[in-house]
């Protein structure tokens, strides 16, 4: 461990080389064990010698953005936590695009390109996540998507060669794409907007803002949707119609407010978690013969998974 902390620690600085620290102050859950070494590079060229590093010692890595969409194991994760929030997150106005780095927050997006009275991302304004993480499951909400504002991207494969994709390449598709598929780590985004109004844009964000606050249980944390929608089904409906409401395992619960979402009331452990999803999928299964999938992403050992 000594070892890979002084050849991080060759590429950046050492206060930006944490050692076992705890996932619980980086996912929005509020849960998680300690992560053997957690990064936090300013730069491609030091993503690059972080996945070198990686590589050639056989480390494990995992890209993080601010962890809006991760379960991570009581035991926390062997291996390598590179997070791109934070330090990577420019944002520059050209015409009608935005270029941004993947580290920026949709919500910082969104309001920017409101500022510069530019439309089609207002959907995404309260959507908790990054970008980069945004464009790997092409995000949506209020039937709006990535897809549909994504004019090019600039990602790196696994071996850290850096690759641009233009939108019709993405194959994205209901909270997929290739990078998700191919394990590609996003740089930057270019976005297509329209103009607008600035005033018309601002009371959509505020109204869809409204609607969130109201209908989704916001006031505890959460992952978000806990699991994808179904094909010809509302996930939340078939957990509330199958008597699931409230249901809890120790401090994890289906939302009373929002059934869609499992939530953590005070101090719950991935393992309550991951017990509370097992057994809303066997209900919901055994019920109505609909399989959920989880929409929340399992980092870590999680021994009672399938």
Not at 77 to 100: D, S
Not at 177 to 194: D, G, H, P, Q, W
Not at 279 to 299: G, M, N
């Amino acid at each position: 461990m000594e070892n890979l902390s002084s050849l991080f620690q060759e590429i950046m600085d050492s206060q930006r080389v944490l050692v076992q620290e705890p996932m619980n102050k980086h996912t929005t859950f509020r849960i998680g064990g300690p992560a053997d070494y957690f990064l936090q590079p300013e730069s491609v060229e030091e993503i690059q010698k972080i996945l070198e590093v990686c590589s050639r010692e056989r480390v494990p890595w995992f890209i993080l953005g601010n962890g809006s969409n991760l379960l991570v194991s009581d035991q926390g994760y062997r291996g390598v936590v590179i997070q791109l929030y934070r330090n990577m997150n420019q944002i520059v106005r050209k015409g009608n695009h935005i270029v941004a780095q993947s580290g920026v927050s949709l919500a910082a997006l969104s309001k920017k390109a409101m500022e510069a009275s530019l439309t089609g991302l207002e959907f995404a304004g309260g959507i908790p996540g990054t970008l980069g993480g945004a464009v790997a499951m092409n995000a949506g909400a209020y039937g709006g998507e990535m897809k549909d504002v994504l004019e090019e991207i600039t990602v790196l494969d696994s071996s850290g060669q850096r690759i641009t994709l233009h939108a019709d390449q993405l194959e994205m598709g209901y909270r997929t794409s290739i990078v998700k598929t191919r394990n590609y780590i996003v740089l930057e985004a270019s976005l297509r907007l329209e103009p607008g109004e600035k005033e018309t844009i601002q009371a959509l964000m505020q109204d869809l803002a409204q609607r969130r606050t109201s209908k989704q249980p916001l006031e505890y944390p959460s992952a978000g949707s806990t699991f994808k929608r179904p094909e010809g089904y509302f996930a939340g409906k078939l957990i509330m119609d199958a008597g699931l409401k409230g249901y809890r395992a120790g401090d994890a619960q289906v939302s009373e407010k929002h059934c869609g979402f499992v939530v953590n009331c005070g101090h719950a452990t991935a393992a309550d978690v991951a017990a509370v999803m097992k057994h809303v999928q066997e209900e919901v299964k055994r019920q109505f013969q609909v399989d959920l999938e989880s929409e929340v992403k399992f980092l870590g050992d999680f021994p009672n998974r399938d």
